[in-house]
């Protein structure tokens, strides 16, 4: 064993902690110069499991520090959300003291300031704790080699959070180009909670070196007590819905009874509303109440993070913008509005109360309509079986990559041969052929095919044997867009008379006349005007206001919890209720049974309904939204070969549902086979090309390969000339330039995302074993009502335009 | 589809352009030229062969209408000076034989010297030719009436009609747009958007798919 590990164990002492084995386990596995990945929950002190490392690497064996020290940057630490930040920063500077080092150890996120900025540029810190985006921003600096010269350590914290997303090639990417840049070996750690691809996960941190690499497992058990809240008659309560307010009277005792409870919705607009019911039933709650997301001013967020800390707060209501690691001791008790979707995302959030080693997470359920109440059974066994979804590693992001290249040319540019190298040993394009690069090259110095000799593109250029970008503007404006986060576009809300609010969605204020009334951030606001790209607004004491929509939150139920969801209704048509939830809504299953029928795991059901809308039909796979969505638009795409049809399509994550203007056949239809295995890719490519999901995927690829430029809010007025739509972009590049790698990867980025391609054909080939149930209903069923009231829809056709024109005989939107 | 203005057949095509076959003059609004350089050269790559394909419609449309003249209804040119007016320019020598005019439109920033060429002239709106009241911006009805019997010819909204049918279908198309004396063509550019117009009883919508022109009623 290494000699300096006792002087780890001692800190702790003086601590009054022990060290866990995993601890130990991984300062040696560090001190013996290894990368690996560490496995631990939060709140298990897997920060001092790796920091307490890279201190203990400043020692010699005589347990002295090291007599000449390197200056500079030593060690970089990347979070996925800069609310982490803090919190790590305060604990690594105590210990690095105790430890008798002299270190400045700074955050840096999109939170410093440009004077702090300024400075860590000048005069570097030992350690920086930073997110994906701004350290992107670093080798964006000019000096960028000299930076990085004396790095030691990369270490990736919550990297479960950021693989499964094009986050995590941007840090694939840095990684690759760290490497090289720091003088000695790197030591790469990422540490990660459970998840499904644990060995992937460090393949991927680690690209072509992952054989080296070490996989550290903590053995501390977490346990995690379930419950669900019930409504009185499942019968009342509704079939369909979101919201789940009508079970607030039994939230309320819940956030009485214990000192601090966090409830999570799966929107921002939920948590609107959810904070605003609360006040109103529980005026007592008024300064012990806070709300929390994403599009809160910072000052607000941050109030609300301290109040959490010190236990003033009594509840909190909030986005996945809380389900990251920052340590809220007072927190005893969460409650979950609605699915959470996965079972890593219910068990992370339980995680949030009982946050110390050896305590346990207490998480209530709350169902947002009756049939949800059986995710709570399934939520339960799932997580006692310890079945937790995998995060798939994004393959061949050309977007990110193309993004890349030009921080880089906006620094101090590249060699395109010693780039690619590079590029290959990472996990995301190891796979990169000759003629992708070379299109890529092609793209950022010409645009693409270039047809005249004067034409003015050039935004990369060539110096000697480095690709550069000279032009100041362009470097500028690649600097305002680096990042992979693309939404709607964000406007800023202030008073008239000053003060920041937060920030909404464009497409929400468009729906607006100034004088309306909408809730945001538990006030009630007046729109007045639209100035600059800032909303302005002032106080209302209008009683009923809108509350925004934003985008998102329209989250796919996961394979893993979609399964114990089909066990529970197979368990149903067996007669075994075990669960309490079961048991409550066996009412309504009684229901369905006496119109249709619960399919048992042998069957599929499809259950037609003729209403003044059309004809309606309904398939319940339980596959999850987007799974969902690709078998409707396969459906209808099968169906209408035989004839040209339109199709709208609506679905949740139990079922879908075909909505066509006439009566169709099912028992015909159904003899075309339309589940067959045979033609899949193709039938579902001429399916989606109609349904316009790569051209959704298109408008983030555009945005993150700096195709289209959305600046930020408040700061894009100058360059609105730029903005164009990207469906425009979508449609010339389909149509000048097909062979252009973002549209390719936009319908890559379907197919494997979206389309989620493994995940159904298993389900395709689930249904093909499945004995199908057709159901002919005078009424909708418990099952399918809520599919029907869902309004957000997808369009199906394979008429042309003017026999769609003739057909719909111009009956005119007014 | 042809339709009768002033007692004077008009020609809607599914072009999105107006054809007055008597005098042999087509009106086409809302080119918005330039905006490809204008964006390549800021380092966005658009793909540049859209600019030849955006005077390729038109030269199509020259050789479809063999037209004498063509009116341009503003926003011809959406751009400082840059390599695409060039390629205009060269364009409009090819065809000296055909008269071309631009009323000038809020994206028309070009100085007026650019302008100066023998076929190529540039009208400040409104401008009148014979019974035709021709504009960018749509003008006001009292406008219009005060010219006397003329109707306006005008461009700038991108006008666009969203229809819907049983089975929650719905689609978007962009249309003429006629009205008591006026008529608003669709734009002819590809690189803009659509303004989808509310349905007025008083008005006429005429839809532009991707071969025909139809007209668009309200189904009661």
Known sequence: MDKRIGLGKDWFKKQGWKAFPFQVETWNSYLSGKSGLLNAPTGSGKTYALWIACLLSHYTQQKKLLSQPKKGLKFLWILPLRALSKDIQSAMQVSADDFGF??????????????????????PPDCLITTPESLHLLLSQKNSSQYFKNLEAIIVDEWHELLGSKRGVQVELALAVLKDLAVSKLRIWAISATIGNLEEARDVLLGKDAKEGDFIRSDIEKLIQIESILPDEVENYPWAGHLGIKLIDKVLPIIHQNKTTLIFTNTRSQTEIWYQKLLEKSPDLAGAIAMHHGSLSNHIRIWVEEALHSGIIKVVVCTSSLDLGVDFRPVDTIIQV???????????????????????????????????????????????????????????????????????????GFNPEKLLSQIKSTYCFRDITEEEWQWILNFIQFGGKSLSAYDEYHKVVQEESLLKVVNKKIAMRHRLSIGTIVGDQLLNIKYIKGGYIGTVEENFISRLKPGDVFWFSGRNLEYVRLKDMTVQVKLSKKKTGLVPKWMGGRMPLSSQLSFYIRQKLDDFTKGIIRDIELEKISPLINRQKKFSIIPAQNELLIETVSSKEGFHIFIFPFEGRFIHEVLASLVAYRISISQPISFSIAMNDYGLELLTDEVIDMEEALSLDLFSAVNLEEDI??????????????????????????????????????????????????????????LKQAHEEVIQHQLEKERLEKAIARINQQKIILKKLAQPSPFSFPIMVDRLREKFSTETLEERVAKIQLQLES | MQINILNEPFLLTADKVVFWEKESILFIADVHLGKTSHFRKAGIAVPNELISAEMGRIKELISKYHPKRIFFLGDLFHSHINVEWEMFKDFLREFASIEFILIKGNHDILPDTNYQLPNFKCKEEPFLFKSLLLSHHPLPQEAIVNCGNVINFAGHVHPGISIKGKGRTSLNMACYHLK?????????????GLTIQKFSQNDHYYGVTNSKVVLVKQKN
């Open chain 2, 180 to 192: 008591q004396k006026q008529l608003i063509l669709p734009a002819f550019g590809r690189f803009t």
């Open chain 1, 338 to 412: 609605g699915s959470p979707k996965g079972i890593s995302r219910f068990a992370q959030r339980a995680g949030r109360s009982g946050h110390r080693p050896g305590e346990k997470s207490r998480i209530y359920f709350l169902p947002t309509h009756s049939l949800e109440l059986i995710e709570g059974a399934a939520l339960r066994q799932a997580i006692s079986e310890k079945n937790f979804e995998a995060r798939i590693p994004v393959q061949k992001a050309f977007d990110v990559l193309l993004q890349f290249m030009i921080t880089l040319a906006v620094g101090e």
């Open chain 1, 685 to 742: 490519l001429r399916g989606i090309n109609e349904t316009e999901m790569a051209k959704r995927k298109f408008r983030d690829i555009a945005a993150i390969s700096g195709l289209i430029f959305k600046g930020f809010p408040g700061k894009n007025v100058k360059d609105k000339h730029l903005q164009a739509s990207s469906s425009i972009m979508f449609g010339v590049f389909t149509e000048y330039e097909p062979e252009n790698l973002l």
């Open chain 1, 102 to 123: 002299s270190w400045q150890i700074e955050t840096r996120t999109g939170d410093t300031s440009t004077k702090d900025r300024q400075r860590q540029k000048k005069s």
